[in-house]
């Protein structure tokens, strides 16, 4: 196919992983079906305006991705990708949890071939990465991880980084390490569910604090700290899930006074803070010595990624969490370890990530309109809406009614801390439900509301 000429994108990402990915776009669309000859090196470099050794790198980066097949005098052959075991991958989409709060899922042609060409290129280390390896990541993780949190204004020194195997393990580690059953924790009045069973299950008291649209109340705070001495604050401050909340920039510094005043360490999960294009600063920003800021890729890539990127307050604190996550986990996957430092290198994350933020917010709007006569929390990225039911609606009746829509949901109960649970719910707009899917589950669910049994 001598005359196939490529389009480059014009994101920074390295010509020669550009034109890599765009064999890999072109297998995946069709255009470059299994067997075609690619152009001749030289010829393509001309037709590009780019240097014949940035072509010649393109072919080798996909031949190593094993997209393409080089023969000497005869040129460069697509391979393509084989399809895989369809029985396999449909046993593996029935197999998803609608409880958790989903990402929605990538499906533009082109970040997908990304997708698969990381991992194909991955792969060709696969040896290596079936060993054991660093409890908390090596150099090469640490810097990725650097790049990424850079995307939230945090620049810490590599020694204060630990890459780890998700949020909830993190957290889990890093409580391990601060407190002894009995000891306090204070979080929102209303917040993550898992931060509940974590305590629960280490024999913690969690303490929840009250708020408003701004976040939690630094004199509630102040007054938690001197009445029950706790040893560790939890705040998941950017679009807390399940309230869709974002605690304010000055309501943030009002907190890291208050921290800071006593001394309180902050466990800052900020699972969703990748996600807003001008999300406020982290608080790890105004308290860094206090603050153990964990920036997970579940929300932002993918949930099965289980990659977590974790800031300790100090190096010393860093090696401590690296003992506790060797007693619970020995170590993060290598593998996707790797997948996350080359879609982070070449530029693919922030190809998830940006669809991810457009499709969320294309999802909100359709919530917006089909939830309109009901009282509910939402922001323009947030992957759930917080619904509070009218009267005479019960969360045991939505829940029970909208069974098998593929809407998943949550009650209340699993994320309130201090009071009664509200007649609310946690309704996601993520995971693998398209867009017509979910107004029409929007839809059902607005005539139960309208039309209560």
Same mark, same amino acid.
């Not at 697509?78 to 989903?102: C, S």
């Not at 305590?199 to 001197?226: H, K, T, W």
């Not at 939890?234 to 920039?249: F, V």
């Not at 190096?315 to 290598?334: C, E, F, G, N, T």
């Given at each position: 196919?001598?005359?196939?000429?490529?389009?480059?994108?014009?994101?920074?990402?390295?010509?020669?992983?550009?034109?890599?990915?765009?064999?890999?776009?072109?297998?995946?669309?069709?255009?470059?079906?299994?067997?075609?000859?690619?152009?001749?090196?030289?010829?393509?470099?001309?037709?590009?305006?780019?240097?014949?050794?940035?072509?010649?790198?393109?072919?080798?980066?996909?031949?190593?991705?094993?997209?393409?097949?080089?023969?000497?005098?005869?040129?460069?052959?697509?391979?393509?990708?084989?399809?895989?075991?369809?029985?396999?991958?449909?046993?593996?989409?029935?197999?998803?949890?609608?409880?958790?709060?989903?990402?929605?899922?990538?499906?533009?042609?082109?970040?997908?071939?990304?997708?698969?060409?990381?991992?194909?290129?991955?792969?060709?280390?696969?040896?290596?990465?079936?060993?054991?390896?660093?409890?908390?990541?090596?150099?090469?993780?640490?810097?990725?991880?650097?790049?990424?949190?850079?995307?939230?204004?945090?620049?810490?020194?590599?020694?204060?980084?630990?890459?780890?195997?998700?949020?909830?393990?993190?957290?889990?580690?890093?409580?391990?390490?601060?407190?002894?059953?009995?000891?306090?924790?204070?979080?929102?009045?209303?917040?993550?569910?898992?931060?509940?069973?974590?305590?629960?299950? =280490?024999?913690? $008291? *969690?303490?929840?604090?009250?708020? +408003? /649209?701004? %976040?939690?109340? !630094?004199?509630?705070?102040? &007054?938690?700290?001197?009445?029950?001495?706790?040893?560790?604050?939890?705040?998941?401050?950017?679009?807390?899930?399940?309230?869709?909340?974002?605690?304010?920039?000055?309501?943030?510094?009002?907190?890291?006074?208050?921290? =800071?005043?006593? $001394? *309180?360490?902050?466990?800052?999960? +900020? /699972?969703? %803070?990748?996600? !807003?294009?001008?999300?406020? &600063?982290?608080?790890?920003?105004?308290?860094?010595?206090?603050?153990?800021?964990?920036?997970?890729?579940?929300?932002?890539?993918?949930?099965?990624?289980?990659?977590?990127?974790?800031?300790?307050?100090?190096?010393?604190?860093?090696?401590?969490?690296?003992?506790?996550?060797?007693?619970?986990?020995?170590?993060?996957? !290598?593998?996707?370890?790797?997948?996350?430092?080359?879609?982070?290198?070449?530029?693919?994350?922030?190809?998830?990530?940006?669809?991810?933020?457009?499709?969320?917010?294309?999802?909100?709007?359709?919530?917006?309109?089909?939830?309109?006569?009901?009282?509910?929390?939402?922001?323009?990225?947030?992957?759930?809406?917080?619904?509070?039911?009218?009267?005479?609606?019960?969360?045991?009746?939505?829940?029970?009614?909208?069974?098998?829509?593929?809407?998943?949901?949550?009650?209340?109960?699993?994320?309130?801390?201090?009071?009664?649970?509200?007649?609310?719910?946690?309704?996601?707009?993520?995971?693998?439900?398209?867009?017509?899917?979910?107004?029409?589950?929007?839809?059902?669910?607005?005539?139960?509301?309208?039309?209560?049994?």
């Amino acid at each position: 196919m001598r005359d196939w000429t490529p389009t480059l994108r014009r994101d920074g990402a390295a010509r020669y992983l550009q034109l890599a990915d765009a064999i890999a776009t072109g297998i995946a669309d069709g255009s470059l079906r299994d067997g075609v000859r690619l152009p001749p090196q030289r010829v393509l470099a001309d037709r590009l305006g780019i240097d014949f050794t940035t072509v010649s790198r393109g072919y080798a980066e996909a031949r190593t991705r094993g997209l393409v097949d080089s023969h000497v005098g005869r040129g460069t052959f697509v391979v393509g990708i084989k399809a895989a075991d369809p029985q396999r991958e449909l046993r593996r989409h029935a197999d998803v949890d609608l409880t958790m709060n989903l990402p929605p899922e990538p499906d533009a042609p082109d970040l997908l071939a990304r997708m698969q060409a990381g991992l194909q290129t991955v792969s060709a280390n696969l040896i290596d990465l079936l060993r054991y390896q660093s409890s908390t990541g090596g150099q090469i993780d640490k810097e990725a991880a650097s790049t990424w949190l850079s995307l939230r204004g945090l620049v810490p020194t590599l020694d204060r980084i630990a890459v780890t195997p998700g949020a909830h393990p993190t957290i889990l580690a890093i409580l391990m390490s601060l407190t002894v059953p009995g000891d306090v924790v204070l979080c929102e009045d209303v917040t993550y569910a898992g931060i509940r069973g974590i305590c629960a299950r =280490l024999g913690l $008291r *969690l303490i929840g604090l009250p708020g +408003d /649209a701004e %976040g939690i109340d !630094p004199d509630a705070l102040d &007054a938690a700290i001197r009445d029950h001495r706790p040893r560790v604050l939890y705040l998941n401050p950017t679009l807390n899930n399940p309230t869709t909340r974002t605690i304010t920039l000055a309501r943030r510094q009002a907190i890291a006074d208050v921290m =800071l005043t006593h $001394r *309180l360490p902050l466990i800052e999960d +900020d /699972a969703y %803070g990748f996600i !807003p294009p001008h999300p406020p &600063a982290p608080l790890a920003s105004f308290a860094p010595d206090l603050v153990w800021h964990i920036g997970g890729l579940a929300k932002c890539i993918g949930a099965g990624l289980r990659v977590a990127y974790t800031v300790a307050p100090d190096s010393h604190a860093a090696r401590d969490l690296a003992h506790q996550l060797k007693v619970i986990s020995v170590m993060p996957s !290598p593998l996707m370890m790797a997948l996350a430092t080359r879609w982070i290198t070449d530029g693919t994350a922030d190809g998830i990530r940006r669809f991810i933020r457009e499709e969320t917010q294309a999802r909100q709007a359709i919530a917006a309109q089909m939830l309109a006569p009901f009282r509910h929390e939402a922001a323009p990225h947030a992957f759930n809406v917080w619904l509070h039911l009218p009267d005479g609606v019960t969360r045991a009746e939505i829940i029970g009614r909208m069974a098998g829509t593929g809407l998943g949901m949550m009650p209340s109960d699993a994320f309130t801390v201090s009071g009664e649970p509200a007649e609310a719910i946690r309704v996601c707009l993520g995971g693998q439900i398209t867009r017509s899917q979910l107004r029409d589950a929007l839809g059902l669910l607005a005539y139960i509301m309208a039309s209560p049994l």
